[in-house]
């Protein structure tokens, strides 16, 4: 079956432009969360979303970062104003709900800010 | 808080040789979850092994198994017979089982090199 899938695989933006990234998590999964990875590092949580509610936003790292879902399956992360430090690889997992524990990954968006 | 650490930057290992990468973790609750993932150069996160906290037995999963040593904190991951494809970047990463979501806490990963 499908897996998670992400796009733009890559997204070049200038500085203090917005951008919008998006994940389709595998059907039936309720959980989706949002994780970013600076070149060489490990991922750094961002947001977790049950259904196409939020419950845990403790890792955006300012108010510039928005994430929703929508009708229990799409998700959009919005970065705005961009800033260079916002480089990174923004990836998307889901799994079958936040018990599961498995977390299924996409490919990742690579964001670049000129 | 919880957190993870992975000590080794980097690893080379020979082709079909045994090789164990580290990982220690802090957490005061009871109830996690240990996995280690596996990161190749195209990017995409595998998962390779869990192992719960109360899981009496440690895990694995062909070859890979997982060195649970609770009163440690540590929860190292060993490869045995070692591949060319098993070079890649190898992350450890934790959840509490008990809170309300199940974000992974991540370590800063160990490169690993297969030598032919």
């Known amino acids: 079956g499908a897996g998670v899938s992400q796009s733009p695989s890559n997204k070049v933006t200038e500085k203090g432009k917005d951008v919008e990234l998006r994940c389709d998590p595998i059907?039936?999964?309720?959980?989706l969360y949002w994780y970013r990875q600076s070149l060489g590092q490990g991922l750094e949580f961002l947001i977790y979303?049950?259904?196409?509610?939020?419950?845990?936003k403790s890792g955006l790292p300012s108010d510039r970062f928005s994430a929703e879902r929508t009708g229990g399956s799409v998700s959009t992360l919005t970065i705005q104003r961009t800033q260079q430090e916002d480089s990174a690889v923004y990836l998307c997992?889901?799994?079958?709900?936040?018990?599961?524990?498995?977390?299924?990954f996409g490919p990742g968006t690579r964001l670049t800010v000129t | 808080a919880q957190k993870i650490t992975q000590t080794q930057p980097g690893m080379f290992v020979q082709e079909k040789e045994a090789v164990t990468l580290d990982c220690t973790y802090d957490?005061?609750?009871?109830?996690?979850?240990l996995f280690w993932y596996k990161q190749p150069s195209s990017g995409e996160m595998i998962f390779l092994i869990y192992?719960?906290?109360?899981?009496?037995q440690n895990a694995t999963e062909g070859r890979y198994s997982l060195n649970f040593q609770k009163a440690r904190k540590s929860a190292n991951l060993v490869i045995s017979a070692s591949q060319l494809g098993d070079s890649a970047m190898y992350f450890c990463?934790?959840?509490?089982?008990?809170?309300?979501?199940?974000?992974?806490?991540f370590g800063q990963g160990t490169t690993l090199q297969v030598k032919p």
């Open positions: 957490t005061s609750d009871p109830s996690y979850g």
């Open positions: 990463a934790m959840r509490v089982l008990t809170s309300n979501t199940g974000k992974l806490i």
């Open positions: 997992a889901s799994s079958l709900g936040a018990s599961s524990y498995e977390q299924y």
């Open positions: 192992q719960g906290s109360y899981d009496q």
């Open positions: 059907s039936g999964h309720t959980a």
């Open positions: 979303f049950q259904g196409n509610s939020a419950p845990d």
